[in-house]
Structure formats: structure tokens, C-alpha cells
């Protein structure tokens, strides 16, 4: 078996779509864990956890969800396209609620 990477999360896909381009033909025993923000209730508040954590943070956020669909729709097709890129999604709750109605 292979490694696994985990990944801190991404507010921006194009960023995160890059990195994995970049790295997984490098890593190709590695699965790559790519973190990505979970809905929250405001922009302000992933704008503040992002630097809490250290992030880097699009000055367009919009809306809170509107990042987690752009990262998870371009993490999808990027896989669509490349089918040798071992990847899972994990998702980071910036409110509990919120990621799990998201998720359902």
C-alpha cells in the first residue's frame, strides 16, 4: 500500500487544482486527503479562520458556500479528467449544522 497525504483546507480552487497537478504525478502511491472549507454562516467567518489557520484566502470570497462548491466542483472534474489521481475529499466544518445539511 501507498501513503496518504492530508492536505490543510483551500478557499481557492484554482490553488488546490495546481497543487494536485503538481503533485500527484510526483506521489503517484500517495492518496492525497485534500482538505476543503465546509459551508459557513457568513464570508467574514471563513475570512477569520482563514487567518486563524494560517490560509490564504481569495479576495472575492462571496458567499461562504459558494467555496465549497467551487472547490468540490473543480476537484471533480480535475478526477473526471484524470483518473490517476488518487484523491478523497475531506471537509472541514467552519459551523457543525451547516456541513452536515451540506453533506447530506
Known amino acids: ?3 496518504a497525504v492530508v492536505t490543510q ?12 497537478l503538481d503533485f500527484a ?4 502511491d500517495a492518496e492525497v ?4 472549507v465546509g459551508p459557513a454562516k457568513s464570508a467574514a467567518r471563513v ?3 482563514a487567518h486563524f489557520c494560517g490560509v490564504h484566502c481569495p479576495p472575492d470570497v462571496g458567499g461562504s458556500g459558494d467555496l ?3 472547490a468540490v466542483s473543480a476537484l471533480a472534474c480535475l478526477l ?3 483518473p490517476d489521481i488518487r484523491c478523497r475529499l475531506h471537509l472541514f466544518p467552519l459551523g ?8 447530506a
Open 68 to 70: 465549497t462548491d467551487a
Open 9 to 20: 483546507w483551500s478557499a481557492d480552487a484554482d490553488c488546490l487544482t495546481d497543487w494536485l
Open 25 to 28: 504525478p510526483r506521489h503517484d
Open 47 to 49: 475570512v477569520s479562520f
Open 1 to 3: 500500500p501507498g501513503s
Open 33 to 36: 486527503h485534500v482538505g476543503v
Open 80 to 82: 473526471d479528467d484524470r
Open 96 to 103: 457543525l449544522r451547516r456541513s452536515l445539511t451540506y453533506l
